[in-house]
């Protein structure tokens, strides 16, 4: 059973003394990938099979593997990581134990923590002679808000680098998610659950099983056979992703940032879909091309305006709530320790 994670007294840090590792949930995803992809590549590989000619079929086998390698490599990684990854803290001492490394300091002799977002979320915890990298990725939700609070009390502020865009997009984010939604509050906001997706499937399924009879049957192809594979790995792989209860999460028109980065690319995208249109219909390749090249700078100019209004809007809300997740953190800081 979660409960909610107690934030640490800032005057007892060489009495704390945990060791966190990753969930098992850690090595299930794992599994669940490896199992996911590998359903949908042999479907992958067996439609490569059928359609090659036959002395060339052999080639199918190792092509569909060659494909598994990354996510199968993925899985592995992170099996590993969860037979290795470790975090202790030991009385002031922090252990952080890698794939391949492992890191060792004393809490007290940090003089710089930097909160770090890509490539990795957590914390680089400097000394005169050492750096220690703590991964919040390897842990569960309530054990990485723990160590978030933990860290954020024990290192003194003007030693800690980067927090304000730390505590919005991650500090924040994991402390509403400690107490998910399960009710929507608006038109902006969608709820997610397996369901969802079990009537999302279930239809794609159908058509995708009854389009790949009839086009088996028409260009007397057995490859088309498989199109069911990929939607049944996409969902197998969606749906065990989900919460039981489901999350709730904004929808993407919800969000200005959203709506101006989906505009954008509708029309690139409406751009590029007519000029190949006037290449299938023979239009004279050089006139095309000046037509594209003329309409993609035509509405470079309209956009600019536009898309600098945006930049300006963005980073005026982005100042906002930072400011805000800021306020909202001390405050439960200042309640969680009255």
Known sequence: MNTKPSSPDPAETTKVSRVFRPPKRTRNEAILLLVSFTFGFSGFGVMLFLEAPPDRRLFAIPIAALLLLFPGGISIWGLLIYRRAFLSLQNGTVISQHLFS???????????????????????????????????????????????????????????????RFCWLIAMRLKRQSQPKTEVSGAHEILITRRRYDRIAMPLTIISTLTGIGLAWWLQNLGFLTLPFFILSFWLLMRFQTPKKGYVQPRIWGDKDNRDTLILISVLGLTSMLYLIARKLDAPEPTTFLWFCSFLVLSAIAFTPYLMRSERERKQRETTRLEEAMREWDADQTAENA
């Open 102 to 164: 492992r890191q060792q300091l004393q809490l007290q002799d940090v003089v710089t923590a930097r909160w770090r977002l890509m490539p990795l979320v957590g914390l680089s915890l400097s000394t005169a002679k050492e750096t220690v990298v703590v991964d919040l990725n390897y842990f569960q939700r309530e054990d990485q808000l723990w160590l978030i609070q933990y860290f954020r009390n024990q290192i003194p502020p003007d030693r800690q680098q980067d927090w304000p």
